[in-house]
């Protein structure tokens, strides 16, 4: 628990500790992997039938040939604001929120400077709600609590340096009919991945919809 990002809780450091006989803590080479892969959690999230915005991936090859196809495609499909991020890296590096044309090619090209391929996401005017699920084969799962930003989305400027304009409210101020229905999607995306120990499950919220979706673990 005290690696992040990648190299720390992508699945390399747990396969290198796997290989040398070391005992860690948290999931295992494979969860890891696939909770720090947001297309891949997607699509796991999606078969098993949990919530979740529409989305789209491309590689950075698919795109250079497809330039105006795609971006045509992500505008008629899931429209502005849309959000662009590398598909493997945590903290909210490297992560845009595009209103029109050229701030999506703008946001493309940041992202793929850290990963090869990247997901662009719907926007959903939603509250972020996030809680801790511990445990194995039968895990728990804590209260929600809620960030609140002053930004225009939580980027990494808000999450480690924004101290007052960044607030984390704890339990999050839900109804309990909703608490229940995070908690419950939170457990299964959980056994989904296969985690294991520990881990953080981020949510959004639409409260005028009543719709929630889970974001990634």
């Known amino acids: 628990p005290v690696l992040h990002g990648p190299k720390g809780e992508d699945g390399t450091i747990q396969g290198l500790f796997e ?6 803590v948290s ?13 891949f959690s997607k699509k796991l999230f999606e078969y098993a039938g949990l ?19 795609t971006v045509k495609n992500i505008e008629e499909e899931l429209g502005y604001p849309c959000f662009v991020k590398p598909c493997n ?12 044309r050229s701030e999506l090619y703008e946001a493309i090209k940041t992202a793929f400077l850290y990963d090869n ?8 005017n939603a509250r972020e709600i996030e809680l801790s699920i511990l445990g194995n084969e039968t895990p728990e799962v804590s209260v929600p609590g809620e960030i ?13 340096f924004d101290n007052k304009g960044t607030k984390l409210i704890i339990p999050a101020p839900i109804p309990e009919p909703v608490v229940e229905r995070i908690q419950e999607v939170a457990i299964k995306a959980y056994k989904t991945l296969n985690c294991s120990i520990f881990a953080r499950a981020d949510f959004f919220y639409d409260e005028v919809n009543d719709k929630i979706y889970i974001n990634e673990l």
Not at 54 to 68: I, L
Not at 148 to 160: G, M, P, S
């Open 19 to 24: 290989v040398l006989q070391i005992p860690y």
């Open 27 to 39: 999931s295992d080479v494979m969860s890891s992997a696939l909770g720090m892969d947001k297309a």
């Open 51 to 69: 919530p979740i915005l529409r989305y789209q991936v491309y590689s950075k090859n698919q795109f250079a040939a497809e330039k105006e196809n």
């Open 89 to 100: 890296l945590g903290s909210s590096v490297g992560i845009s929120k595009a209103h029109n």
């Open 117 to 124: 391929r990247i997901i662009i996401e719907e926007f959903v």
């Open 148 to 160: 609140v930003y002053a930004k225009e989305f939580y980027d990494y400027e808000a999450k480690y």
